[in-house]
């Protein structure tokens, strides 16, 4: 049994432009709600609840349910180990931030109806708004 992890340093503000960002990831299933369960790969329930859950069977077989809790903050992962190892080859969460922040990046292009400009340098993406 794979526990669960909250990653409370990642924060993600915005509830619209995070599932933008998991839908960029190809996760388009999420359910919304107040304290959700959350439940293994076995379809046991764990004791972690959350606000935004895909379900593990729009996952993968083995995988667990993924969720996002809604702190005072924003929106934070909670993951399982099996999960943050498997998912995207093991850069669920990095792929999630460039995600979202290429969403937020939109937003503020769109807001001063400005241009943007993407470069990738290695590992490094690197995006320049004009307005």
Known sequence: MSKYMHFDEFVLKDRRLLLAA?????????????ALPLYGYQGDRRPETAELVVRRRHLGSASNDLGFAR???????????????ALHGG?????????????????????????????????????????
């Open 71 to 85: 702190t005072p903050a924003g929106y934070v992962p909670i993951v399982s180990e099996y999960d943050q190892r």
């Open 91 to 131: 850069r669920l969460l990095v792929k999630l931030r460039t995600a979202y922040s290429e969403r937020v990046v939109e937003e503020v292009r769109r807001r001063l109806h400005g241009t943007a400009r993407r470069a990738v340098e290695g590992n490094v993406v690197r995006i320049t708004v004009r307005y």
């Open 22 to 34: 998991l839908a960029d990831l190809g996760y388009t299933q999420v359910e919304e709600g107040e």
